[in-house]
C-alpha cells in the first residue's frame, strides 16, 4: 500500500535561520515557522487566535538560499515532510522531536516586506523544473475578429 508523509505551511518565520555546514559540506538551516488559526470561543464569543510554532530544517541549495532571503517576520510557504526523532537531554531525560524537512520554499509579500528584493521560488536540485505555461493561442486579425469578415453581404435580411 501507498503512503504519504507531507506537510504544507504558510506562516510567518518567527527568527532568523541558523545555517551551518555539515563535515561533508552540506549545508544545513533551521528555523521556526509560526501558523494561527482563528476559532470563536462556545462561552464568551470572543474570537481566540491559537498559534502554533514549528521547527523546519533545509538541506543543501535550499539551505543557502533560506540563509540568504528568509528573514524574521516575513511570511513564507513551505512544502516538505515530518521526520520524528528523539535525543537524551543534559539531565538524562529522553526527548521527543518532530521537525519539518522542507523540499519548497517560497518567499511570499513584496520587497517592502523586509526591507530587501524578494527571493524567486526555490526548488530543490533533485526535482524537476516546473513545467513552461502553453504558449498563448494565435491572436484573431484586427477588425471585429468575428472570422465573419470576409464573408459577402448578399443578405436579404
Not at 510567518?12 to 549545508?27: F, H, I, K, Q, T
Not at 462561552?43 to 521547527?55: C, D, L, P, V, Y
Amino acid at each position: 500500500m501507498a503512503s504519504v508523509n507531507k506537510v504544507t505551511l504558510l506562516g510567518n518565520v518567527g527568527r532568523d535561520p541558523e545555517v551551518r555546514y555539515l563535515p561533508s559540506g552540506m549545508a544545513v538551516a533551521q528555523v521556526s515557522i509560526a501558523t494561527s488559526t482563528r476559532r470563536k470561543d462556545k462561552n464568551s464569543g470572543e474570537m481566540i487566535e491559537e498559534t502554533q510554532w514549528h521547527r523546519v530544517q533545509f538541506f543543501d541549495r535550499l539551505a543557502e538560499i533560506a540563509g540568504e532571503y528568509v528573514k524574521k517576520g516575513r511570511p513564507i510557504y513551505i512544502e516538505g515532510r515530518l521526520k520524528y526523532g528523539k535525543f537524551t537531554d543534559k539531565d538524562g531525560i529522553e526527548r521527543n522531536t518532530t521537525d519539518i524537512v522542507a523540499t519548497e520554499l517560497q518567499l511570499l509579500g513584496g520587497r517592502d516586506d523586509a526591507g530587501q528584493a524578494a527571493a524567486p521560488a526555490a526548488a530543490p536540485a533533485a526535482r524537476a523544473p516546473a513545467p513552461r505555461p502553453p504558449a498563448a493561442a494565435p491572436r484573431p486579425p484586427a477588425g471585429g475578429g468575428s472570422g465573419f469578415d470576409d464573408m459577402d453581404d448578399d443578405i436579404p435580411f
